[in-house]
């Protein structure tokens, strides 16, 4: 990709149903998700690769992942920043307080393969990373904080 910000509707909601790859080859690309629309959704055919890319949203306080794998998603020298991951909300029961999460809301949300390698996770807030299953082995390599 090209360097520069690119916004709107036209880089959101985008279906990953075979391999693709998104890089900066000639500076810093800056991805902001609409405030509708999951970023990128693979399928479980697809394989999506973010490489040296800047992923963000346009407002935090809309709760769409920026992606929702089913396939094979691979996070290498990104930055992903600003966004709020899920809105909790607060209960009690047997006098203890609880927090609940909305099922779909992360920054991440993944049912397959992912791997994140030499990359920034910024100002995230809630839930960064959320699996469809209980149990989740997510391979992270080298992340910066």
Partial sequence: MQKGSYYGWNNSGLLI??????SSYNGEVILY?????????VTLR???NLMKLTLTAEDKSKFFPLVNNSGKTIIDNCIIK???GGDKYKYKSY???SYQYYSNQSVIYTSND???NNSLFTDLEDIV???YFFILEIIILNILT
């Fill in 17 to 22: 149903n075979k391999t693709l790859t998104f």
């Fill in 129 to 131: 990373i959320r699996s």
């Fill in 46 to 48: 697809g394989n999506l």
């Fill in 95 to 97: 006098q203890a307080l």
């Fill in 114 to 116: 992912l791997f994140i």
């Fill in 82 to 84: 600003n966004i709020d």
């Fill in 33 to 41: 998700r609409d405030n509708f629309h999951t970023m990128f959704t």
